[in-house]
């Protein structure tokens, strides 16, 4: 039974920095793909970021790539999102979440919600200007 549990989340100023933590448990290889996802008030939940599990590959939505940077640690089983140079506008609730095993995900697929059969919990991010 595959499990995520997110950490990392908080309020902070615009132009501060913050990294969010996927714990993934219950996968028996790293042959999967991991993705953050995230719903601002009022909004669509969007695909900002996905990697696979083994760090080889990873897509970024293009309103974000320049400040966020996806990664994992394989020893830990843990998937990261550092986001840099917050906005007011990242203010949202983040979501991680991850394939079935054996899914790697290419390009815009990557960032599709549908294609993920796991998610995690959820953590805020709240940036004040």
């Known amino acids: 039974q595959v499990k995520l549990v997110e950490s990392g989340g908080g309020s902070v100023q615009a132009g501060g920095s913050l990294r969010l933590s996927c714990a993934a448990s219950?996968?028996?290889?790293?042959?999967?793909?991991m993705g953050w996802f995230r719903q601002a008030p009022g909004k669509e939940r969007e695909g900002v970021a996905s990697?696979?599990?083994?760090?080889?590959?990873?897509y970024y939505a293009d309103s974000v790539k320049d400040r966020f940077t996806i990664s994992s640690d394989n020893a830990k089983n843990t998937g990261y999102l550092q986001i840099d140079n917050l906005k007011p506008e990242d203010t949202a609730i983040y979501y991680c979440?991850?394939?079935?095993?054996?899914?790697?995900?290419?390009?815009?697929?990557?960032?599709?919600?549908?294609?993920?059969?796991?998610w995690g919990q959820g953590t805020q991010v709240t940036v004040s200007s």
């Open positions: 990697i696979w599990a083994d760090g080889s590959k990873s």
């Open positions: 219950g996968y028996t290889s790293q042959h999967y793909t």
């Open positions: 979440a991850a394939t079935e095993e054996g899914a790697r995900l290419y390009a815009t697929i990557a960032l599709r919600e549908s294609e993920y059969s796991y």
